[in-house]
């Protein structure tokens, strides 16, 4: 598991790091009001749902920032919100779009 998720981390970081460039200025308040990492939030979804990560991103639709990961998990996708102050899962669905 570590293994998967070490090659999900570096091509997302990279992601994040270009998508500085684009994103607006509440996905940036909320990345810098995190108190966990990207990777700590992804390693919490996984350790809550099992699965394999898929995607991961800094969400501000809420009062409080958090992360959205999705995982994979028996041919399905689901999307797991982690509280970016606490790194405690707050929620997960099954995303039918992906």
């Not at 699965?51 to 992360?67: L, N, T, V």
């Amino acid at each position: 598991m570590q293994n998967a998720i070490k090659h999900f981390i570096i091509p997302a970081t990279l992601i994040l790091a270009s998508a500085g460039a684009s994103a607006d200025n509440d996905d940036i308040r909320a990345f810098h009001e995190a108190k966990i990492t990207l990777q700590q939030a992804i390693e919490a979804a996984v350790k809550h749902h099992g699965g394999q990560p898929f995607e991961a991103s800094i969400d501000d639709d809420s009062f409080s920032p958090a992360y959205e990961v999705s995982v994979v998990k028996r041919s399905r996708v689901f999307d797991i919100r982690v509280d970016a102050l606490s790194g405690e899962v707050t929620g997960i669905r099954e995303d039918y779009d992906d």
